[in-house]
């Protein structure tokens, strides 16, 4: 039976790391996996394709599909931008048998709960805000103002992780042991 995934966990903990990990372990086990596209009213980047990276939507169409009820989840973040998962979207791949990993933050997983009973949250978390703390300072892109913006984030979703029922940590150097604990989550839950 195919499963919703909602991965989730602060930044620098490691999400997008340990997803592209997870989907490694699904091809070499052959099974059926897909990563949702999220849709969002901002312009693409250099390099970004429609479909791929995001659903590139205007504003209206993005509203359009809001009242049409078309969102798992959605949000509207402080560049003004709106950010959502299309409800369409998710069940087509997960009525052809795959798994659907989203890859979102705690608000978004709280309304995917909402429209979605069955979704399985997993959290990741690092094994420390000291260290989480290093990997954003390591990035060596964000302003000091962001990274503290960041652990003030960080520290409130981890406050908050016990809304989840699976909590998985990334230690450092063991991102693929933390994506086989994710796999055999999604497959024994």
């Known amino acids: 039976m195919s499963k919703l995934v909602v991965i989730s966990g602060p930044s620098g903990a490691g999400k997008g ?5 997870l989907l490694n372990i699904y091809k070499e086990k052959n099974d059926k996996v897909h990563l949702s596209v999220s849709a969002t009213t901002r312009l693409p980047r250099e390099g970004e394709v429609d479909g791929v990276n995001y ?3 205007k504003e209206e169409e993005f509203q359009r599909k809001l009242e049409e009820n078309d969102f798992l989840e959605h949000n509207i973040y402080g560049t003004g931008k709106s950010y959502g998962t299309l409800k369409s979207h998710v069940l ?4 052809s048998g795959y798994d659907v990993i989203l890859e979102i933050d705690i608000n978004g997983y709280k309304q995917v709960t909402q429209n979605y009973d069955d979704a399985l949250g997993i959290f990741i ?3 420390s ?4 703390e290093k990997r954003l300072r390591d990035r060596g892109t964000e302003t ?3 990274i503290q913006a960041r652990l003030q984030t960080a520290k409130e ?3 908050n992780k016990k809304i989840y029922p699976h909590i998985v940590i990334n230690e450092d150097g063991k991102v693929i042991e933390a994506a086989k604990e994710i796999y055999e ?3 024994n839950d």
């Not at 087509?92 to 009525?95: A, G, I």
């Not at 805000?129 to 989480?132: A, D, T, V």
């Open 144 to 146: 000091e103002e962001s």
């Open 185 to 187: 989550i999604i497959k």
């Open 129 to 132: 805000l000291e260290i989480l």
């Open 125 to 127: 978390m690092p094994p």
């Open 92 to 95: 087509k791949y997960l009525s």
């Open 17 to 21: 790391t340990v997803v592209k990990e």
């Open 157 to 159: 979703e981890i406050k």
């Open 55 to 57: 659903y590139f939507l």
